[in-house]
Nanobody, 125 residues
Framework: VQLQASGGGLVQAGDSLRLSCAAS?????????MGWFRQAPGKEREFVSA???????LYEDSVRGRFTVSRDNAKNTVYLQMNSLKPEDTAVYYC???????????????????WGQGTLVTVSS
């Protein structure tokens, strides 16, 4: 499956952005667990959120309550709604997909086989 992330941009602290990740090719989209990760300059890639095949969501502690992940299987797309953005949310955001991943591995980047190219989110203070 090929993943195309979009929606990043430059915003001010407190603003909102919605990232999208469109999938094409591969197996039926509903078979994939979809994850969002981010990588800030000079830092390792970190987990942000994931959504399971049935719509169950998982969030990293620092984004819980501010970010919402969702999926539209008819559109082969996963979204990340980001509200109340903070400067520390600045990073390149990547979407990822995997068919085989189990619940306990949703936050592990090594468990995802497919990755999008990333979209840059910059939050100014």
């Amino acid at each position: 499956v090929q993943l195309q992330a979009s929606g990043g941009g430059l915003v001010q602290a407190g603003d909102s952005l919605r990232l999208s990740c469109a999938a094409s090719g591969g197996s039926s989209f509903r078979r994939y667990v979809m994850g969002w990760f981010r990588q800030a300059p000079g830092k390792e890639r970190e987990f942000v959120s994931a959504i399971g095949r049935g719509g169950s969501a998982l969030y990293e502690d620092s984004v819980r309550g501010r970010f919402t992940v969702s999926r539209d299987n008819a559109k082969n797309t996963v979204y990340l709604q980001m509200n109340s953005l903070k400067p520390e949310d600045t990073a390149v955001y990547y979407c990822a997909a995997d068919q085989q991943i189990i619940n306990s591995e949703y936050s592990n980047s090594r468990s995802y086989e497919h990755w999008g190219q990333g979209t840059l989110v910059t939050v100014s203070s």
